[in-house]
C-alpha cells in the first residue's frame, strides 16, 4: 500500500460523522441490551442494524476515495501509479467480502 507524502491531500470524510454517531449510539444500546440480558434475536437484530450502518459508511469512503484518488491518477501517464490505485481498491475489496 502506497505511503501517502507529505503533499498528497486526501479527501474529507467530515461528512460521515453523524453517521459514525449513529453508529455508535446503535453499538451502545447493544451494550445496554446485554447488560439488561434482553433478548438474544434483539440483540442480533441490533447488531445486524449497526453492521448495515458501518457498511453505508464503508461504501461511501469508497467511492469517495475512487472518485477523488483515482481521478488524478487517471489523468496523469503514470501507469504504475494507477496500477497501484487499481490494486489498493482490489484489495480492499477482497478483504471486506
Do not use: F, W
Not at 2 to 26: D, F
Not at 42 to 50: N, P, V
Not at 66 to 89: F, W
Amino acid at each position: 500500500m502506497q505511503v501517502p507524502s507529505a503533499e498528497t491531500k486526501h479527501p474529507s470524510h467530515v461528512e460521515q460523522t453523524p453517521r459514525l454517531n449513529r453508529a455508535i449510539g446503535q453499538l451502545e444500546g447493544v451494550k445496554r441490551m446485554i447488560a439488561k440480558g434482553e433478548y438474544c434475536v434483539d440483540i442480533m437484530t441490533q447488531l445486524r442494524a449497526a453492521r448495515s450502518a458501518l457498511k453505508t459508511i464503508e461504501l461511501s469512503v469508497l467511492e469517495t476515495h475512487m472518485r477523488s484518488c483515482l481521478s488524478r491518477t487517471s489523468c496523469c501517464d503514470d501507469e504504475k501509479l494507477r496500477d497501484q490505485q487499481v490494486g489498493e481498491i482490489l484489495t480492499l475489496l477482497k478483504k471486506y467480502e
